[in-house]
């Protein structure tokens, strides 16, 4: 697999608080994560950076092609709940940063089968056979509401609170992880992105860029679009192709 990836401050934010990383560890394993950080103080810069590297380092040095389904999702969610720890003991050393966070969502492809952790409302899309699909469901107020039946799902893009998540990571001592094992994902990829780029641009909008574009243009294009459409917040895409 090929892995890209791109972020962008946006049209209207004075810092970007995204991060991403990735590796092709070796031509059986590869991963990609975006985080989408939060807090004042540069608070939000800081818990996604920590985030980033945390998980980046244990993937790295935990993910073997040998590894089983649970072996794997065992490894996925240590690496998230290491972040977790390690920014929530940040900002109980540094009270300005009390309430940081970030969202995590962090995609592996082991022997062509593919496994997604996440937490918060940055998704991973599948892209097979010229559709697009999101794996995670947002950890969200809005997304609550939804399944209460409280709103629909296109009143839930225009909602006033719809940037307010559920759950975070690094924000308490504990977090809830979920998981998906995708299974073999043959010719298909996966898309990551933050809600800078899922929130301005509509999966037709999405699926349209990924069936007409290199995959190597793909995640620029997607933020192109992205600021083409408002660029209100920053925005962050990794593709593993």
């Not at 996440?118 to 097979?128: I, L, W």
């Given at each position: 697999?090929?892995?890209?990836?791109?972020?962008?401050?946006?049209?209207?934010?004075?810092?970007?608080?995204?991060?991403?990383?990735?590796?092709i560890l070796n031509e059986r394993v590869c991963f990609g994560l975006v985080c989408d950080g939060m807090g004042g103080e540069n608070g939000g810069q800081v818990a996604s950076a920590i985030a980033a590297q945390t998980i980046y380092e244990i993937l790295h040095d935990h993910l073997t092609?040998?590894?089983?389904?649970?072996?794997?999702k065992a490894v996925l969610v240590q690496a998230v709940s290491r972040a977790n720890e390690a920014i929530y003991r940040r900002s109980l050393q540094q009270p300005e940063y009390l309430g940081m966070g970030t969202t995590a969502v962090v995609a592996a492809v082991l022997d062509g089968k593919g496994y997604v952790v996440?937490?918060?409302?940055?998704?991973?899309?599948?892209?097979?056979?010229?559709?697009?699909?999101?794996i995670t469901k947002d950890h969200s107020l809005v997304q609550s509401l939804v399944e209460q039946g409280k709103i629909t799902q296109e009143q839930a893009k225009d909602h006033p609170q719809k940037h307010m998540i559920t759950r975070a990571v690094g924000?308490?001592?504990?977090?809830?992880?979920?998981?998906?094992?995708?299974?073999?994902i043959g010719s298909g990829s996966i898309l990551l992105c933050s809600d800078g780029l899922s929130g301005l641009c509509d999966q037709a909008e999405m699926e349209e860029i990924l069936l007409s574009t290199p995959p190597?243009?793909?995640?620029?294009?997607?933020?192109?679009q992205a600021n083409q459409n408002g660029g209100f917040d920053n925005i962050t895409a990794v593709y593993l192709c």
């Open positions: 697999m090929m892995i890209y990836g791109k972020t962008d401050i946006g049209r209207h934010r004075s810092s970007n608080q995204d991060e991403f990383a990735y590796s092609p040998e590894l089983t389904d649970e072996q794997v996440h937490v918060g409302d940055s998704r991973a899309y599948r892209f097979k056979a010229g559709e697009l699909s999101q924000v308490a001592s504990k977090v809830d992880i979920d998981f998906v094992c995708l299974g073999d190597n243009q793909v995640c620029e294009a997607l933020v192109d």
